[in-house]
């Protein structure tokens, strides 16, 4: 056989075994379960906005109606810097509900932090939960969400997350719907091996205790992404971590503004996995490397071996189509028809593009002014 043909063959045919370990993780995974109120520890939910006004009010409502004993939840809305109605909701918020902590950081001393960080440490800073989770201001999170992410932690946890569905409007937001549904069974799915690698920013909590042994995001030496930071400070204080992949604990998103802004998250979520080590950069490199192999073999296999090629795709979007619709059920919604072939299109274009984009070393901008990070290995 010709050895090129090995060689796709041997590339590609790794793909269904690296799925069907992760949806075997997934299986492993324990579901989430309903804390009683005597159980359940105190808690601060933080949310940091920033010119948020859009989707602000259906956070708010959905924190506000979270099924949790009243005299344990704290709520603490942050508005960074806005220049809209973000900070007058927020506001307005804190007056209706006496379980409300506003904050506005342009009010508050600087902590030398950037982008989503600086609302979040100002919000941790007023937070008197034993356990801290947070969410964005463009999420909706079930009545379930802190009764079940809380429900079951034992002294050893110092770390809960959750996962996220994106509402499919418009082309980019059915793009990064599909995106997370791919992205987020890679870390489902080790979790459920025990080696768990990430929490999403807008769904995770940490123990508070641990945050504060840590010095803060103020004192973590790599911040481009929160979210990772405040996973790897909960790790180091030796603690475990529980993963939920369930309807009770999946936070709704709506989509980003625009295609470009879909980008720049991407790239920020690459930065700063890249920023937070070696070890981290090395694992990003090669599923960025071996990705973009499968992808260009997929391109251009069949000029090779049509029917080897016929067969590996066949195999690898089997493989995709289960994945997805592991992840979409699993977290209460569908799988769409559409979603399997959109996503062939995605690792064909996104892969390479991401790739050449991280080696550009361009500044991440988010959110407008004042949001943007460079990031590099550390």
């Not at 009770?248 to 625009?258: D, H, I, R, Y």
Request: aromatic letters at 6%; hydrophobic letters at 50%.
């Amino acid at each position: 056989m010709d050895p090129r043909v090995v060689a796709m063959l041997a590339c590609v045919g790794v793909y269904p075994l690296a799925v069907a370990a992760l949806v075997l993780g997934i299986h492993r995974l324990a579901r989430s379960r309903r804390g009683a109120d005597v159980h359940v520890p105190t808690v601060s939910v933080i949310v940091s906005a920033r010119n948020e006004e859009r989707d602000l009010p259906r956070c708010i409502a959905s924190l506000l109606a979270l099924d949790y004993p009243a005299g344990k939840l704290q709520l603490v809305l942050v508005d960074d810097r806005s220049t809209d109605g973000t900070g007058a909701l927020i506001d307005a918020a804190a007056r209706a509900d006496a379980h409300v902590t506003a904050l506005h950081t342009a009010d508050l001393p600087d902590n030398g932090l950037a982008a989503k960080a600086r609302g979040i440490a100002h919000g941790f800073a007023r937070a008197t939960g034993d356990w801290v989770l947070i969410t964005d201001a463009d999420a909706a999170v079930p009545p379930t969400w802190a009764r079940h992410m809380l429900g079951a932690v034992t002294p050893d946890v110092t770390v809960v997350g959750g996962t996220l569905l994106v509402e499919p409007r418009r082309w980019w937001g059915a793009t990064e719907r599909v995106l997370n549904l791919f992205l987020q069974p890679v870390n489902h799915g080790l979790a459920g091996w025990g080696a768990a690698v990430a929490a999403v920013g807008p769904n995770m909590g940490i123990r508070r205790s641990a945050y504060q042994r840590a010095g803060g995001l103020e004192a973590a030496p790599r911040r481009v992404a929160e979210d990772l930071t405040l996973f790897r400070m909960a790790s180091a204080d030796g603690g475990r971590m529980h993963n939920f992949l369930d309807a009770e604990t999946a936070a709704v998103l709506t989509p980003v503004p625009s295609p470009a802004h879909l980008v720049s998250q991407m790239r920020r979520f690459l930065g700063g996995g890249v920023a937070q080590g070696w070890h981290y950069a090395l694992g990003l490199a090669v599923v960025i490397l071996w990705g973009t192999m499968v992808a260009t073999l997929m391109l251009f296999g069949w000029r090779l071996a049509p029917v080897a090629w016929a067969a590996v795709f066949a195999a690898k979007w089997a493989a995709d189509t289960l994945l997805l619709a592991v992840q979409a059920r699993r977290a209460g919604s569908r799988l769409r028809w559409y979603e399997p072939v959109l996503l062939q299109l995605l690792q064909v274009v996104m892969l390479p593009v991401l790739a050449v984009s991280l080696l550009s070393r361009r500044p991440i901008h988010w959110r407008g002014e004042g949001y943007s990070d460079r990031f590099a290995v550390r």
